[in-house]
């Protein structure tokens, strides 16, 4: 419940901030404003959850009303607020290798802490890695979830 107040306090102090003063939206403002709205809804216990690879089918996914984000963007935002590194020893305690991709060790490391919301469900794409593909593996059975792939 902390990272669904941590969104919502973020979502309610931008949303001020640009009612206070319109002509102040910028690049930057308006990314803020859709972070912390994803936030809020992935850490809320009343939408469809789903992580997934980055090239999943994410306007399908919104169309059946299911939120989605793809792991390697919660990666980035890992290491562009400098908290990555927490989550690397833990992911590399656990036997990642730490010459793995960066964003896939956070993220695991965030997975092992229970830093992530759970989904429910995941879809993992092999494409444009596939160390991406082991990190959703990995975090199906974290959460105790069937792992099925087939694909051509």
């Known amino acids: 419940m902390m990272m669904y107040e941590h969104f919502d306090g973020m979502l309610k102090g931008i949303t001020e901030k640009l009612n206070k003063d319109p002509n102040g939206i910028n690049a930057?403002?308006?990314?803020?404003l859709e972070l912390s709205r994803?936030?809020?809804k992935l850490y809320s216990?009343?939408?469809n959850i789903a992580w997934c690879g980055v090239t999943a089918p994410f306007d399908l996914l919104s169309s059946m009303g299911v939120t989605s984000c793809f792991v390697e963007f919660v990666g980035a935002m890992l290491s562009s607020t400098q908290t990555a590194g927490f989550f690397f020893e833990e992911a590399e305690d656990?036997?990642?290798?730490?010459d793995s991709c960066?964003?896939?060790r956070a993220v695991m490391g965030a997975v092992l802490k229970n830093?992530?919301?759970k989904p429910d469900f995941i879809i993992g794409t092999s494409?444009?890695?596939t160390a991406g593909l082991a990190v959703m593996e990995n975090f199906a059975?974290?959460?105790g979830f069937s792992w099925n792939i087939k694909t051509p």
């Not at 930057?28 to 803020?32: H, P, S």
């Open 28 to 32: 930057r403002k308006k990314y803020v």
């Open 127 to 129: 494409s444009p890695c």
């Open 115 to 117: 830093a992530m919301p």
């Open 102 to 104: 960066a964003y896939h």
């Open 45 to 47: 216990k009343d939408e």
């Open 38 to 40: 994803l936030g809020k």
């Open 94 to 98: 656990s036997g990642f290798a730490t």
């Open 141 to 143: 059975n974290q959460h």
